[in-house]
Nanobody, 121 residues
């Protein structure tokens, strides 16, 4: 089984920064795509940023220019650098990875447990 563990969440003031990490462990051959999602109370889960194994990225319009997604393939880890944080960024942030577990295997999706990010006014 593949396990994803997020870290780096916390409480910050508006305008501050946080850096989230998500480390994948277990039987992993490759991770074609890693995605950060977030879910605020009473709202649907939404995609925040995504990155492919080749380094191609895409962002939600609401975070473009403020957040940066990156990955370390050697560590099977994805990061989300969050700058100029706003109260509307408050949410539980989840890591999702599309994982190929064996060289002959198909891609499967796995979720982390989530980490709370709270931005105060």
């Amino acid at each position: 089984q593949v396990r994803l563990v997020e870290s780096g969440g916390g409480l910050v003031q508006a305008g501050g920064s946080l850096r989230l990490s998500c480390a994948a462990s277990g039987t992993i051959f490759s991770i074609p795509t890693m995605v950060w999602y977030r879910q605020a109370p009473g709202k649907q889960r939404e995609s925040v940023a995504a990155i492919s194994s080749s380094g191609t990225t895409n962002y939600a319009d609401s975070v473009k220019g403020r957040f940066t997604i990156s990955r370390d393939n050697a560590k099977n880890t994805v990061y989300l650098q969050m700058n100029s944080l706003k109260p509307e960024d408050t949410a539980v942030y989840y890591c999702n990875a599309e994982v190929v577990r064996w060289d002959w295997g198909r891609a499967e999706n796995f979720w982390g447990q989530g980490t709370q990010v709270t931005v105060s006014s």
